[in-house]
């Protein structure tokens, strides 16, 4: 088996394809809330008229669609920071009448957190992440210390390493059964292991869509 390096994976089919589903709104039919079993909506706007400020990160936004309809439904956007990072260029236009949003097109790999967010999300967008581990230690480090991190994951697609163990071990709660990572306050993890590269060619995960397994050996 060949695995793939992060530079080589970008531009593998499985990752850059037209196919996946990169539409999705914070809540409704095609929506985050059904895929995360968490209302975004309710959460940021309970942070917001608590502390009156609120940020949120969406990792693998897609076309940014969940982030433009919170902002659109946000009554007074002053205090709020919203940031969508894909890999990929395919971001909706931002209206004209929201202000409080960016978009960046960088891949997670290159990605280190410089601000702490209230929600990290990451929908359907680990599946076609390289180094997962290093992705998601990063992503935890950069939590409120209230902030929520959600994201789907399939651990079949992390192999070499007991992630289950990894896990439990700095109590971050997943959910076998909905495939769902969920952590509130940051975490600093250490990294115990050595990333050996990714496979694009182990087929479909739970999704029913291919998707990358990483692979890992523990340090010596
Ligand atoms: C299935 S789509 C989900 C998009 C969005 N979260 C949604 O639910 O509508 C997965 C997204 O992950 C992005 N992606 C894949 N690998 C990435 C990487 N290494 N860094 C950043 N984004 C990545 C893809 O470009 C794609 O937009």
Redesign the pocket.
Known sequence: MKLLTEAEL?WSPI??NNR?????VANGVNS?EK?LFFNPTTYLNDCLSKRGVVKWLD?????G?ALIQYAQGLTQQTGVTLKG????D?FQEIPEAVNCLTFEVR???TWEPTEQYDLISC???IH??GDKLLVLANILAALQPAGIFVANIDLNNIQGIDVRQLFAHNSIDYHARRKLLTCKGPRHIDITWTYLGADDQTGPNYTGQEAVTSFYSLAT
């Open positions: 970008i990752v850059a996946m589903n990169r539409k999705r985050y895929e990792l693998c936004c897609g076309e669609n990072i894909d890999l990929v395919q891949s997670l790999l929908v359907h967008g076609y992440v």
